[in-house]
């Protein structure tokens, strides 16, 4: 165990001990390389002197520093029975408050290893660790492609309990970064966007939906049972929409594969939209349908007959427009 001291005067220095050690121990190692004799020494921490017979435990593993309950100790306030330790990060470049914690990013660390990274092969510093139970490395700048890649394709996992996260990027199972602020290293544009997307998918599974008129996409949460719809003007545009085909609000039945205007927000068909002549209308219409779950138009440009809605996930049949199922497969999977 390696205790950091610090004298009155002077610097400090790191002394190695023995795990457990007692603090008669630590002024008898700090006494003889000091030339001072142990019982003139005194031990202050956090402001109070330790009795001789005090123990020392420090951490010597991250659950030991995040998990509650692992480190434990007397406390020395008055009138104070607990004897449970709980850590505080903070950054050690920069002025600090007692209200100001960084969070730790338990999963990046040094590699003291030498372990290659498992997307480019090379030996890189400081690397990732994902929680998979082999525990796969990754290089920062590999990290961040695999981030940016699953960003633009939307195939972060929406979890219930951990949030918007990626897995191992090797594929593993039960590997999904747990500690969100790790995707904070993508930078302030993509984590903004990281940020969005996340909401959006938290937004559609709990029954929302996002406002169609280009520009705005607010989120919002209409009553059951209604079509017609408008956008908040205190968080958004206004914008009433059908809630069926996302156009304008319209009475009868909703025209299928008209796109106006006002219509879908999601960029994967925003260069189809942004061509002005008749054909590329027609092309549209032609190369896309609207998802059955969540109304956003979906572009097949070959394969099977299997959809995968890029936005809400729900799979689904080309053919039937019904969720993707047995008969589906078996009669008409390739066309």
């Known amino acids: 165990m390696i205790v950091f001291v ?25 006494g003889s390389q000091q030339g001072v004799q142990p019982e003139n020494l005194r031990v202050l921490f956090a402001g109070r002197e330790l009795p001789h017979t005090a123990t020392l435990q420090g951490p010597s593993c991250w659950d030991d520093v995040l998990l509650p309950g692992r480190i434990h100790g007397v406390c020395q306030s008055d009138s104070c029975h607990g004897n449970e330790a709980q850590f505080f990060m903070k950054c050690a470049s920069h002025p600090t408050t007692d209200n100001d914690p960084s969070v730790a990013l338990d999963l990046i660390m040094s590699n003291t290893r030498d372990v290659p990274c498992i997307a480019c092969t090379d030996v890189m510093d400081v690397v990732l660790v ?38 191992c990027a090797a594929g593993c199972i039960d590997s999904l970064i747990k500690e969100l602020h790790h995707f904070r290293v993508l930078g302030d544009e993509q984590y903004g966007r990281y940020l969005q997307y996340g909401a959006e998918e938290c937004l559609l599974t709990i029954g929302g939906l996002m406002c169609p008129s280009p520009g705005c996409g607010a989120g919002l949460l209409p009553p059951d049972g209604s079509r017609r719809v ?3 003007k205190q968080v958004g545009c206004g914008f009433v929409f059908c809630r069926d085909c996302r156009e304008g609000y319209h009475e009868g039945a909703c025209q299928p594969q008209m796109f106006g205007l006002k219509g879908g927000t999601i960029h994967l068909i925003a260069s189809l939209r942004g061509r002005w002549d008749q054909a590329s209308l027609l092309l549209i219409q032609k190369s896309t349908k609207r998802c059955p779950q969540c109304s956003v138009p979906v572009e097949r440009n070959g394969g099977c007959m299997h959809m995968q809605c890029p936005l809400c996930r729900a799979e689904w049949c080309w053919l039937c427009g019904v969720p993707w199922n047995r008969e589906c497969m078996g009669t008409h999977w390739f066309g």
């Open 6 to 30: 610090r004298y009155n005067l002077g610097p400090g220095v790191a002394v190695e001990l023995r795990e457990e050690a007692s603090v008669a121990e630590l002024k008898k190692v700090v």
């Open 130 to 167: 994902f929680q998979c139970p082999k525990r796969h490395v990754i290089c920062l700048d590999c990290f961040r492609r695999y981030c940016e890649t699953r960003l633009n394709e939307r195939q972060f996992v929406h979890h219930p309990e951990i949030g918007y996260s990626l897995p």
């Open 230 to 232: 408008q956008c908040d």
